[in-house]
């Protein structure tokens, strides 16, 4: 017996189902080491060659689903193939009656893997069966699973874009969602939209948590582009807690449940790549307000009020620069 494939070959099978498992199971854990590696990577490469074209960067995401799914594939048939490889006449040919050689392996761990049936290599002596079981069990397994996680991913990037275009349907930047909202009295024309916008981020950084690909599928039109919604979000919610004044604000209790959604999808970036920016985007302008008639706060009180945010805006910021986009209103 070569011990080598042997053990290669374990070890192979082990690290994909790690990874499988925390991948597509695991919905707290994210993406698996091996996944998590790989898809940063690709995306670093895919910003690196775009040169800031959208329309490159917009194949990082698919580009990564698909070819996680072929390296799981990948380290599943050469795992099996190796374990099967380890033992000389582990498998023969039926039809002429001598141990199979390695491409044989190849191509019986394969068909097997992809429950194709029987074909004229077949296992030679009982632990052999019981392991050509396995592997056929493994193959249902990991395509049904890989399938599922597959569209579910596309579900959460659709989902993704109809909460981006929602946000950027009301205004294109904080200032204009807060002067849209003003009713000439209050911001309560505000309250049915933040109900809206809390649920569906809620939804979108569950999402987020179990498939963070999310982060590495960028859009061609910022208008759809999740994470540029997000900021125009905070942007508005910041106006207002920060520049108006309380007796004009929407509901309080909507108003922090919105934040502290914004706050959990922030959460989401934790163990990825993605940096805060090393500087705060630039403060709003509360000109535009007082021009609609809004009762904002004195100048020198919102910028102090803004400072005290700076940490969770570069974090905005830093999520809106890797997605190679443009801060909302800019």
């Known amino acids: 017996m070569n011990e080598l494939y042997m053990w290669i070959g374990i070890a192979l099978l082990a690290i994909a189902l790690i990874d499988f498992i925390w991948t597509t199971l695991w919905v707290e854990g994210g993406a698996g080491p091996v996944t998590n590696t790989f898809s940063n990577g690709v995306w670093r490469v895919m910003k690196g060659i775009s040169m800031g074209n959208s329309s490159i960067l917009s194949l990082a995401g698919p580009l990564i689903l698909v070819m996680t799914i072929i390296i799981w594939v990948i380290m599943f048939w050469a ?124 939804k979108l950084t569950a999402q987020h948590q179990a498939y963070p690909i999310l982060h590495h599928y960028h859009s061609i039109n910022s208008e759809t582009e999740g994470v540029v919604a997000v900021s125009t979000l905070d942007e508005a919610l910041t106006l207002i807690e920060k520049g108006v004044h309380k007796k004009a604000w929407p509901n309080a209790l909507l108003l922090k449940e919105t934040r502290s959604s914004v706050e959990d999808y922030l959460n989401t970036l934790n163990g990825t790549f993605i940096r805060s920016s090393k500087h705060a985007p630039p403060v709003p302008d509360l000109a535009e307000l007082n021009k609609e008639g809004i009762p904002v706060v004195g100048e020198n009180e919102f910028q102090a009020a803004v400072e005290q945010l700076s940490s969770r805006r570069k974090k905005l910021l830093g999520l809106i620069e890797d997605n190679k986009s443009n801060w909302p209103g800019s």
């Not at 039926?94 to 992809?114: K, R």
Request: aromatic share 14%; proline share 2%.
């Open 79 to 202: 795992g099996w193939t190796l374990i099967f490889a380890s033992q000389f006449g582990s498998l023969f040919n039926t039809q002429n009656g001598l141990p199979a050689d390695f491409m044989d392996h190849i191509y019986f761990t394969g068909y097997v893997f992809f429950t194709l049936g029987n074909g004229e290599i077949v296992p030679n002596g009982d632990n052999w069966k019981i392991l050509t079981t396995l592997a056929t069990g493994t193959g249902m397994f990991s395509i049904t699973f890989a399938v599922t996680y597959l569209l579910s991913v596309l579900s959460a990037v659709t989902q993704k874009r109809a909460f981006a275009q929602s946000v950027s349907g009301v205004g294109k930047s904080g200032t204009d969602i807060v002067t849209s909202a003003w009713n000439g009295r209050d911001l309560h024309n505000l309250d049915l939209l933040l109900n809206s916008f809390s649920t569906e981020l809620s």
